[in-house]
């Protein structure tokens, strides 16, 4: 994929290599991520081990999906769901917030009101996301 192409994904899209080095990403990841050179600085020490199997599958060009807690440029951890495909050794992947279960009915205020920009910002991300599938599937063919 073009380097230019990969900057105005919508979404926040990696390119990283087997080792977890990140070689290009898309300028939505800088809302979301501090800026690193390494994937591995951004994922939570618990999910290491979820990290270690994506790279290892390298040679899969199977799409593997895992949870994995992040930590955003708030310093705060988030669960996202994150997609890596691999070609040519590089690894495409994509990370959106996951959805959670939460009881609204008991929930402070102030958390209410983060939780619901968080949806509206998943809603938003999903809806960049199929935009994106549509745009990288129309220039497959």
Request: include cysteine.
């Amino acid at each position: 994929m073009d380097t230019d192409i990969a900057k105005w994904i919508p979404i926040p899209y990696f390119q990283i290599n087997q080792e977890g080095t990140i070689l290009n990403s898309s300028n939505q990841t800088h809302s979301y991520f501090y800026p690193t050179f390494n994937i591995w600085n951004i994922v939570h020490k618990e999910d290491r081990n979820k990290v270690i199997l994506m790279l290892s599958l390298s040679t899969n060009s199977q799409p593997v999906t895992q949870y994995l807690v992040l930590q955003t440029s708030n310093k705060l951890f988030v669960n996202f769901k994150c997609t890596i495909q691999w070609k040519d050794g590089i690894g495409h992947l994509v990370c959106t917030e996951k959805k959670s279960v939460a009881d609204l009915d008991i929930t402070p205020f102030p958390i209410q009101t983060s939780l619901v920009n968080t949806k509206r910002r998943l809603e938003e991300s999903e809806k960049s996301l199929n935009t994106a599938a549509k745009i990288i599937g129309l220039r497959r063919y």
